[in-house]
């Protein structure tokens, strides 16, 4: 059970709030009423719900007749969820880490009949919640979760899909894309003599002309399980990163894209950028290949295989999806192509 002496995240983590008057069932199946108010939720004597006004959170409080079922998310910490459903119903559900749960169902109709056994909710109804519940990436209170797979578990279908273009452009000089926030360097390895950044050093993607970059660049298509209108979604792409003209660097940068939903359906992040060549400032020596043709050799390998690109989508910093695709040059006299599984 909470107590006072809990550290405030882990109090707002199973505090569900109501705004109306609600009606449940206690064990005996006689009504009990919860009054609008805060309230923390934990499991309460005979596996019931227990809601404790937060006022005085050591106390059990109103206990409410609850079911057990089962979850599929990663949890580090209880979570208590409110949601709303059809007929003016609400649900009250505790979900512990381990995949257990508690599920209470009430009604806002004072005269409304409770059935004995209720709708349970679903994954999907308890993802959306999740995702609902800590409103923007970087919340005021910590996860009860690793943000990366609470929702995101191998086996589970994803809560989205992650569609990119098949045909990139060929390399050209970059400049910040839309819908662009920033981009990071997450891996780096080179040869004797080469200089690496550090990792989480941010990059430019609109650098000065001493600096220039050349991106291969490809829409992507994100199409959501449950509405997203109005929550924070990020597209985050980690992509090879070539020292164009230059001595040997293996290094990844993670872009990241951000939009806001104003419609449910698909949406697009169109110019999103899936491979980065670093050439010198000047142009290479008359006879030679353009940097853009270096550019493509550099990331052309005789096993006729290509770098691995990252997708993941993520709706107010939970990750959502991940997908893997593989870029691959067919230089020369081929077009790029972005080979997906």
């Known amino acids: 059970m909470a107590t006072v002496a809990e550290p405030r995240s882990e109090l707002h983590n199973i505090t569900i709030v109501l705004e109306?008057?609600?009606h449940f069932h206690a064990r005996d199946g006689s009504d009990v009423q919860?009054?609008?108010?805060?309230?923390?939720?934990?499991?309460?004597?005979?596996?019931?719900?227990a809601l404790g006004a937060m006022q005085k959170p050591e106390r059990h409080g109103t206990v409410l007749r609850a079911f057990g079922i089962w979850h599929p998310f990663r949890l580090t910490a209880p979570l208590a969820l409110s949601i709303a459903a059809e007929h003016d119903r609400l649900?009250?559900?505790?979900?512990?880490?381990?995949?257990?749960?508690?599920?209470?169902?009430?009604s806002l109709r004072p005269a409304a009949r409770l059935a004995d056994t209720p709708p349970f909710v679903t994954p999907h109804d308890l993802a959306q919640a999740i995702i609902t519940r800590f409103p923007g990436p970087l919340p005021k209170y910590h996860h009860p979760f690793n943000a990366a797979t609470v929702i995101a578990v191998p086996g589970i279908r994803p809560w989205g899909t992650i569609d990119p273009g098949s045909q990139p452009t060929s390399f050209a000089p970059g400049s910040e894309p839309p819908n662009w926030i920033g981009a990071t360097v997450t891996a780096c390895a080179a040869t004797p003599g080469?200089?690496?950044?550090?990792?989480?050093?941010?990059?430019?993607?609109?650098?000065?002309?001493?600096?220039p970059q050349l991106v291969s660049t490809t829409s992507v298509s994100i199409k959501p399980v449950f509405s997203w209108v109005g929550q924070t979604v990020e597209l985050l792409v980690t992509a090879q990163v070539v020292n164009t003209g230059g001595k040997m660097r293996y290094m990844t940068w993670t872009d990241m894209y951000q939009q806001v939903p104003v419609a449910n359906g698909p949406f697009t992040f169109p110019g999103v950028i899936v491979a980065t060549g670093t050439p010198p400032?000047?142009?290479?020596?008359?006879g030679q290949r353009t940097w853009a043709e270096e550019t493509a050799s550099d990331f052309t390998s005789p096993s006729g295989r290509g770098p691995q690109i990252e997708f993941e989508f993520r709706v107010n910093g939970i990750t959502g999806a991940v997908r893997i695709c593989e870029y691959l040059t067919h230089y020369p006299g081929g077009a790029p192509e972005l080979r997906c599984s």
């Open 20 to 22: 109306s008057t609600a």
């Open 34 to 49: 919860v009054h609008p108010g805060a309230y923390h939720v934990s499991l309460g004597p005979d596996g019931d719900l």
């Open 91 to 106: 649900h009250l559900v505790l979900l512990l880490p381990g995949g257990g749960a508690l599920q209470s169902t009430g």
């Open 194 to 211: 080469i200089a690496c950044p550090g990792l989480g050093t941010s990059v430019p993607r609109n650098p000065p002309t001493s600096e």
């Open 281 to 286: 400032p000047n142009p290479p020596p008359p």
